[in-house]
């Protein structure tokens, strides 16, 4: 299969469209309910408590269904905690990439530079390529 070499635009446009995809997405905290925490829960379930009609009290149902749905909103910020985490695991990955591409380029060019001028450098050796640690 052979393959065509990219002109210069479209080179560029590929370079920033993976520019793009590959930029780091942050969520932004917006406040308001989303700073509500446990301990917000608590203090507006005891303050209903306190200020419920006796002769009607919450059913036992109500109170489950608001329960269940801390929980479950405990379980979103939780999983929120860790895709974000994985994100930003997944940028330093791509920045690494990143790093080894274009070192892997630098090397290469060197390489088609010394390829006119010998493969031996001054003291009679082969040239080394350059070492690529991946960041964890």
Do not use: C, H, W, Y
């Not at 269940?68 to 994100?87: G, K, M, R, V, W």
């Amino acid at each position: 299969m052979a393959t065509t070499p990219l002109s210069g635009t479209q080179n560029a446009t590929l370079e920033a469209t993976l520019d793009r995809l590959n930029t780091p997405s942050v969520l932004p905290n917006t406040g308001g309910l989303a700073s509500l925490d446990a301990g917000d829960f608590l203090t507006l379930m005891t303050t209903q408590l306190q200020f419920q009609d006796p002769l009607e009290p919450a059913s036992n149902e109500e109170m489950l269904a608001q329960m269940a749905q801390f929980t479950s909103l405990a379980s979103n910020e939780e999983s929120s905690a860790t895709l974000q985490d994985i994100s930003a695991k997944l940028d330093a990955l791509i920045e690494a990439q990143r790093a080894a591409a274009e070192a892997a380029q630098a090397a290469a060019e060197a390489a088609a530079g010394n390829a006119g001028q010998g493969s031996a450098n001054a003291g009679g050796t082969a040239p080394s390529a350059p070492r690529i640690s991946v960041l964890s």
